[in-house]
């Protein structure tokens, strides 16, 4: 459809779908989170541009329309399914699938990652054990994910960059906080084994290491430009929406830009704290 049609298409739904609610057009532009001069806009015809992608979602969803329907792609006016809620809460804990389907989706585009702690991808049978002990997981499963991420990693199409604190990596190799039962000759073979999987996957996988001290961040995934998910404990807060994204996106390269150890860096720094871990 010409760029002009669909506009007038456009223009001629969302005119039917103020009709029908009954709002006045303040009212109705409130519902759909946007203010009332920028409805007449759209309405006026004056320019052929579309809303952005999470206005033309709002009008969508509260009105309970299909989108193909209101860009004139479609004559059925019932929800099909396509539409996806801009915030949603995921249980994350023993779903490693969930993660699967995202990644899997995101193939193709870059995935931003800053972990927890010592980021899934990394770490060794050895810790997940560890780890899985202490958080009543079971390390089967997060072993299995783990390799699959990896094998995943090796692929053409992978693009990843992980941004953490450098102090996360120097408490893990002097054995503190969560990590004080851990054995020293346990915590040398993770580094090595971080070192070893940051040197063969380089440059598919970046891992990239910030001052913590000057940044915070919380932990989070972005899979390529349309999904985001928050870590909040055993549960996933997942934005759907184009500009949430790009904060978090730019939020990422921030931390980036603020790296202390950069990702050329990060095998050998990997290397110098095996070699100075704690007994």
Known sequence: MDKRDLSQVFRERLRLLLQRSGYHQAAFAARVGIDRSALSQLMSGATTRLPRAETLLNI????????????????????????RPIL?????????????????????????????GIPDLLRSNEL???????????????????????GYSRRPESDMEICMPWHTLEIFAHGLGIW???????????????????????????????????RFSVPYTIFGSMRAAIYVGDMYLVLNATEPVRTLTRHFDTLIRSAVVHAHEAASHAIKLQNSAST
């Open 88 to 116: 949603e809460m995921e249980e994350g804990g023993e779903n490693p699938a969930l993660l699967a389907r995202w990644h899997t989706e995101a193939s193709g585009t870059k995935v931003r990652y800053v972990p927890a």
């Open 180 to 214: 004080s039962d851990f054995p020293a000759e346990a915590r040398k073979r993770q580094l090595a084994h971080m070192a070893q999987l940051l040197d063969d996957l380089y440059p598919s996988l970046r891992l990239f290491l910030y001052d913590g001290r000057e």
């Open 128 to 150: 997940i054990a560890y780890e899985s002990e202490r958080s009543n997981r079971n390390s089967v499963i997060q072993i299995d994910e783990t390799h699959s991420r990896i």
């Open 60 to 83: 969508a969803a509260d009105q309970q329309v299909s989108l193909d329907w209101l860009l004139g792609l479609s004559q059925d006016e019932g929800l099909t399914g396509e539409l």
